[in-house]
């Protein structure tokens, strides 16, 4: 009975942790804690209310360590909420605010109040679909990455050897050529600032820049959004098949969760044997 009791308790735990509200309540102190952290940084403001922030960061600590705290409780079995990495980061940032407590870490303090902000995407989960596809495309990114590395380095010792005299400060070398060709492929002024004042000197240069603009930004750029657009449905699918499953699952559990199989299996037992008292007696 005490046993009944107490998965009763956890379950209405669970179905809490799982409320709008409940969520909602959550999403708001994470975001009341992402504007505290951005005062912080005015020093006058900080020094003037230093009391009221610390009030403030230590009753959002409690609001988020209560919270882990129930959805430990309500986790069925408990120890499957540390089977998920989004509660692990959860777990160890809310955790972390009470350990690092004093005078002594008061940067690390400040470092860890900004990272609750990225609990933002544990909450969501339209975010943590959209980070679970990024994590996806590492892997993907592996052959995209060597293969951009290849077109920067050839074009990095081309544009030193070319330009090497006529702009110094851009491809006097070939570390300054990389940092040259990384602001060219951002589009980042790479006309008025990179190949205009090497043109009035090398009329040809237009050809170096046009297609490693073509090549760098056109070619690899989509190359890097079809991966990630292609992990991101991935990552819907494998979402939507979870659901599908956990659906199932539910609809194949008993309607009464308290009432144990061999109770089932008894009850089956006296239903066939009243139908065959009843057969008899007509």
Known sequence: ????????????????????????????????????????????????????????????????????????????????????????????????????????????????????????????????????????????????????????????VMGTLLFQNIAPHQFGNIFLSLLTLFQVVTLESWATGVMWPIFEHSPWSWIYFVSFVLVGTFVIFNLFVGVIVNNVEKANEMETQELKKNKQEEANEPANPNVSPKDLQELRKEIQELKELMIRKQ
Request: charged content about 15%; proline content about 3%.
């Open 1 to 156: 009975m005490e046993r009944v009791v107490h998965s009763h308790w956890r379950d209405k735990i669970h179905q809490l942790t799982e409320h709008r509200l409940f969520i909602t309540i959550v999403m708001v102190s994470i975001f009341i804690n992402a504007i505290i952290v951005g005062l912080e940084t005015f020093p006058e403001l900080y020094q003037s209310y230093s009391s009221w922030f610390y009030t403030a960061d230590r009753l959002l600590l409690w609001i988020f360590t209560v919270e882990i705290l129930l959805r430990i409780i309500g986790a069925r079995p408990f120890y499957s909420f540390f089977t998920s990495p989004w509660n692990w980061f959860d777990f160890l940032i809310v955790f972390a605010g009470h350990v690092f407590v004093g005078a002594h870490f008061v940067t690390v303090l400040r470092v860890l109040r900004v990272l609750r902000v990225l609990r933002t995407i544990t909450v969501m989960p339209a975010l943590r679909r959209l980070v679970d596809a990024l994590l996806l495309t590492i892997p993907a990114l592996g052959n995209i990455l060597l293969l951009m590395s290849i077109i920067f380095y050839i074009y990095a």
